[in-house]
């Protein structure tokens, strides 16, 4: 069965240093990997995906995220955090068909 | 374009009322999809439908109904709401294509209360 896991409820980082939010999944065949980014009351939006190719995928806010098969994962990451990145991140993973399954999200804490 | 819209933005119901959550897109997107937020365990899909008149049930359809009559259109209802249902909803559409992974594109949200 396809799954995506989030090891981490919580991620604090000071402003300016660089960040990774962890995401590994599992599916059968090609992942088709996301990011999503939701703020406050707010929906999902997307940042970025992995189709195939590059192993490092560059996606929106300066945000990049790396593909490593042999280690099934898909870590986002930004060279230098910001206040207003502070956020919840759900990893995402299309199972093949129509459907998509979430991880059970991040919240990112930014510290100025 | 609006993107995705859904109506209410908030509702509290008793248990065993009814009612429709609303959600429109504005984009010619075929695939909508309904999923539920709940605390610690991200989102799970309610429905989706991959076309007008095509349905189907996601992770966690039941209590829940869907139609879809229209691309534009693809309206939630809950039949009889329980306290389990407290959660906030989220509509989603995206292009279609089982080959190609397209982005969804979510609206703003239905925060939902059942007493």
């Known amino acids: 069965a396809q799954s995506v896991a989030q090891p981490e409820d919580q991620v604090n980082v000071a402003e300016g240093n660089p960040l990774t939010v962890k995401c590994t999944y599992s599916?059968?065949?090609?992942?088709?990997l996301f990011w999503y980014v939701q703020y406050p009351n707010r929906g999902l939006q997307f940042l970025l995906k992995?189709?195939?190719?590059?192993?490092l995928v560059k996606g929106s806010y300066g945000f990049e995220a790396e593909f490593n098969k042999s280690q099934t994962s898909f870590h986002l990451k930004k060279p230098s955090a910001l206040v207003s990145d502070s956020a919840l991140y759900f990893c995402?993973?299309?199972?093949?068909?129509?459907?998509?399954?979430f991880g059970t999200g991040t919240r990112l804490k930014v510290l100025a | 374009n609006a993107g995705v819209t859904q109506t209410p933005k908030f509702q509290v119901l008793k248990t065993g009322q009814s009612m429709t959550l609303q959600c429109a897109q504005d984009?010619?997107?075929?695939?909508m999809s309904w999923y539920r937020q709940d605390p610690g365990m991200g989102l799970r899909l309610i429905h989706y439908?991959?076309?007008?008149?095509?349905?189907d049930q996601g992770e966690v359809p039941n209590g829940y109904n869907v139609s879809r009559s229209t691309t534009e259109d693809f309206p939630l209802r809950l039949l009889s709401a329980a306290p389990s249902q407290t959660s906030v909803y989220f509509c989603?559409?995206?292009?279609?294509?089982?080959?190609?992974?397209?982005?969804?594109?979510f609206g703003p949200g239905t925060r939902l209360t059942v007493t």
């Open positions: 989603a559409s995206r292009t279609p294509g089982t080959g190609a992974p397209y982005e969804q594109y």
């Open positions: 599916v059968s065949g090609n992942p088709y």
């Open positions: 992995y189709i195939t190719g590059d192993n």
């Open positions: 995402a993973v299309r199972d093949g068909t129509y459907k998509y399954i």
């Open positions: 984009m010619n997107h075929e695939y």
């Open positions: 439908s991959v076309g007008a008149g095509i349905t």
